[in-house]
């Protein structure tokens, strides 16, 4: 969520492109840093640069931002690792009392995340072999210890995999105090590897597959049946599913069995609780374009309603609003967002653009990079429409000139109550060899305010790079970061007069 600063705290610099920029303050910077994380190099920043970076922020902030930062990115970005790569630093420079604690015990939400902060903490601490879990945190070990009091024997089991840190290793290690007489005999099956092999789609497809068959006939048929009865039997859970939409289809399974998935996709109270971020869902869509098959088009209506659902509650305008929404589609944006990932920055810009295009009455929807141009789309695509985008990206080149955008709301004199601009933040004008001072965003925003002294400029910032193209905190500049559609959430705290600082800091554990 995103923010209002003092202008005393926000200094002149230069962004990566060499051009003028402004730095954020310590905790807005820790904040962009942290929701943009991917512990995958970027474009302009590699992954252990981002993580000194943060852990030099984490010095200048106040612990308990930090702590309901994590919180924060685990709980409305939905976010896993960094939350728990938070913990750790903090762990270094704060001890004393049950903050850290409380936040490992609220940022764990899942039986893995013991053990993925426990490797975590020894490679952060550079621990390795047979010492590389000595002279834990005792603040860390105590989180750990009540959130061994969460989980079930089924989730303990689903995810006690052979890895670096095992799910026994960290009994050991973190000594957690049992509730009952129950979780005692849980803990002694965890030490003596007896926990029940769980049923899962994992372990039922890897089950199938051990099979020996007698032709390929056979072995697709006995697929088919595997994926029937896993969604007979209700055991997917909602990411399962957008995962395996296209196995599903290419093990051709029963018409009645589309119609079971179509309808727990597009299912309002599923939806709603699978906290699934929205580029999921569009992951999930570009697969099963590629997949001929006589339902796929039945399963892509369905993710369309999906997503239409998951923003159903988007609040912080009304319907007289006037927005202009801007998407970055320059070269920078072009990163994916992890090694494994077929999803770009890119695409998490135009995404989050279509679904406030989807949710505004009175908007205008466009993309820059050497110029700005207007596109229009129907309102009631999202997915279809993030698409109808990627395909014409090079209509408008790669650069970055955003004050494009704004210069020609101020030729047209369009009046617009909110700007909303997708990017990295690395703007910069390719129109000339020496910067023109009034080629830039910060000189074009000036203007137009004088021209709509009312009107909102915010900067989406979906890289998390440390520096804005127009001071952030004044003439009503405001900076939200993040990959999920919670980010909106700032909106509406804009107009009860909150910022994402103050949010984050209401936090209570």
Known sequence: MRFNTSKKDVSSTVNYEGARAYNLTPELELYSAVVTASFHDQFYEGSENRLVRIRELIKKNDPQFVARLAVYAREKMYLRSIPLALAVELAKVHTGNALVSNMVNRVVQRADEITELLACYALSNKRQETKKLHRLSKQIQKGLSMAFNKFDEYQFAKYNHAAAVTLK????????????????????????????????????????????????????????????????????????????LRNLLQADVDDRIIKKVCAHLTD????????????????????????????????????????????????????????????????????????????????????????????????????????????????????????????????????????????????????????????????????????????????????????????????????????????????????????????????AAIENGQDAVKHIKALTF
Not at 270 to 287: D, G, N, T, W
């Open 169 to 244: 290793d960290a009994l050991f290690i973190v000594h957690p105090k049992p509730k009952d007489d129950d979780q005692q005999l849980l803990f002694d099956k965890i030490a003596q590897d007896e926990l029940q092999v769980p049923y899962t789609w994992e372990t039922t497809l890897t089950t199938t597959g051990q099979v020996k068959y007698s032709d390929a006939g056979d072995r697709q048929k006995a697929f088919r049946y595997a994926w029937e009865q896993l969604i007979d039997s209700n055991m997917m859970g909602y990411m399962a599913m957008i995962r395996n």
């Open 268 to 491: 309002e109270k599923a939806v709603l609780h699978s906290k699934q971020l929205p580029f999921r869902f569009l992951s999930a869509y570009r697969e099963l374009k590629q997949v001929k098959h006589k339902r796929t088009k039945d399963v892509l209506e369905a993710l369309e309603t999906a997503i239409q659902i998951s923003v159903q509650h988007l609040k912080g305008f009304d319907d007289d609003t006037r927005i202009v929404i801007a998407c970055d589609v320059s070269g920078s944006m072009q990163t994916a967002l992890s090694a494994r990932s077929v999803v770009k920055y890119y695409d998490i810009g135009l995404l989050l653009g279509m679904l406030l295009q989807y949710k505004c009455k009175n908007v205008i929807t466009g993309m820059f990079g050497d110029k700005w141009k207007v596109v229009d789309l129907p309102k009631k695509n999202i997915l279809a429409n993030v698409d109808a985008f990627y395909r014409r990206e090079g209509e408008v080149g790669y650069s970055t000139n955003g004050y494009k955008v704004l210069a020609d709301l101020i030729k047209s004199k369009h009046v617009a109550d909110k700007v909303m601009m997708f990017t990295d933040c690395q703007m910069w004008d390719s129109t000339t060899n020496n910067q023109n001072d009034q080629n830039t965003l910060a000189a074009q925003w000036q203007l137009y305010k004088y021209m709509v002294p009312h009107a909102k400029l915010y900067l989406f910032d979906l890289a998390g790079l440390g520096q804005t193209p127009v001071s952030v905190g004044g003439n009503d500049v405001f900076l939200i970061s993040g990959w999920s559609d919670k980010v909106f959430e700032i909106l």
